[in-house]
Nanobody, 129 residues
């Protein structure tokens, strides 16, 4: 049974940090690019970051570049999103998604955003003072 389970949700003040985890099972993670997208109420879905199946390339949206770091530990079947210097505009539900592709991360992100194979239920992040 395929499963992607996000964790790490929370409420922090601006400037704070959170680490989201996406624990996977039921499929061979090393064949899949993994990404995160977020959706805030009334806003379009936004691709936040992704990492290629090999782990050799990463992609970050301009809005998160320099603040977020994505990493993967295939031995633990888990992908992480470290979020630092959080801003109120980062408030959203964050979803972990998987796509079977060997594409570089910059090319995998659109696939993850609109043509993913598997997805999690989402985890909520609130940044507020």
């Amino acid at each position: 049974q395929v499963r992607l389970e996000e964790s790490g949700e929370g409420s922090v003040q601006p400037g704070g940090s959170l680490r989201l985890s996406c624990e996977t099972s039921g499929f061979p993670l090393d064949y899949y690019a993994i990404g995160w997208f977020r959706q805030a109420p009334g806003k379009e879905r936004e691709g936040v970051s992704c990492i290629s199946s090999s782990g050799g390339s990463t992609y970050y949206a301009d809005s998160t570049k320099g603040r977020f770091t994505i990493s993967r530990d295939d031995a633990k079947n888990t992908v992480y999103l470290q979020m630092n210097s959080l801003k109120p505009e980062d408030t959203a539900v964050y979803y972990c998604v998987a796509k079977a592709t060997t594409a570089q991360a910059v090319d995998a992100m659109p696939l993850l955003l609109y043509d993913y194979d598997y997805w999690g239920q989402g985890t909520e992040v609130t940044v507020s003072s």
